[in-house]
Nanobody, 124 residues
Framework: QVQLVESGGGLVQAGGSLRLSCVASGHTFSISRMTWFRRAPGKEREFVGFINWSGEGAYYGDSVKGRFTVSRDRAKNTVFLQMSSVKPEDTAVYYC?????????????????WGQGTQVTVSS
């Protein structure tokens, strides 16, 4: 089993920055990929970006490409989502998820473990 705990959400003004963290614990040796998703009110869950657990390889959704960066601190079993130049449409609950195999990174069904989510609200 893997446990994921997100933190760092809050209220930020448009154009500002915020960094989310996701700490993994438990059987972290089984993780192949860590990914951030988000869900805005009334919308489906959206792929944000991932990083392979090895630290090599990252990929982003079109809506955040060039503004958000996923990174990891291997020693602390922590993955980060650095959000820059945020927009009101970035308002959502952000979730980190862990996969134990290299499936379709954009599909939520690929991920076995999920965090509880952290709210990000961007004011205009």
């Amino acid at each position: 089993q893997v446990q994921l705990v997100e933190s760092g959400g809050g209220l930020v003004q448009a154009g500002g920055s915020l960094r989310l963290s996701c700490v993994a614990s438990g059987h972290t040796f089984s993780i192949s990929r860590m990914t951030w998703f988000r869900r805005a009110p009334g919308k489906e869950r959206e792929f944000v970006g991932f990083i392979n657990w090895s630290g090599e390889g990252a990929y982003y959704g079109d809506s955040v490409k060039g503004r958000f960066t996923v990174s990891r601190d291997r020693a602390k079993n922590t993955v980060f989502l650095q959000m820059s130049s945020v927009k009101p449409e970035d308002t959502a609950v952000y979730y980190c998820a862990a996969a134990t195999y290299y499936g379709d990174a954009r599909s939520p069904s690929t991920y076995k473990y999920w965090g509880q989510g952290t709210q990000v609200t961007v004011s205009s």
